[in-house]
């Protein structure tokens, strides 16, 4: 199982950008998909998940309104759509992936997650 993140960079605040994350050797359209973060010292906390379907989606309280989470299945990959950056978002951001045999639920926490991506950084500059 690979999941490979990438989109990440050097951003202004207030500017947007757009992470992909391409999943192989897992079936994609069976599993749900997160995004974390992770800054220096801190813990991995989530940032937004949804479904197998899409159609139940997650975010942290810190990200409602600037971030949306999509996920295309035919393509195996998910996307973090990052919109009004502030410093605070700087941290490395990981895709996860766990296996479901429910359609609609979602998971916000790192334990329930099997699968992971090396991780893409984001640096927001004030």
């Known amino acids: 199982v690979q999941l490979v993140e990438s989109g990440g960079g050097l951003v202004q605040a207030g500017g947007s950008l757009r992470l992909s994350c391409v999943v192989s050797g897992l079936t994609f359209s069976g599993s749900i998909m997160g995004w974390f973060r992770q800054a220096p010292g801190k813990e991995r906390d989530i940032v937004a998940a949804?479904?197998?379907?899409?159609?139940?989606?997650y975010y942290a309280d810190s990200v409602k309104g600037r971030f949306t989470i999509s996920r295309d299945n035919a393509k195996s990959t998910v996307y973090l759509q990052m919109n009004n950056l502030k410093p605070e978002d700087t941290a490395v951001y990981y895709c996860?992936?766990?296996?479901?045999?429910?359609?609609?639920?979602?998971?916000?926490?790192?334990?329930?997650?099997?699968?992971w991506g090396q991780g893409t950084q984001l640096t927001v500059s004030s």
């Open positions: 949804i479904s197998r379907n899409g159609g139940s989606t």
């Open positions: 996860a992936a766990v296996f479901s045999d429910n359609a609609r639920i979602m998971y916000d926490h790192a334990r329930d997650y099997d699968y």
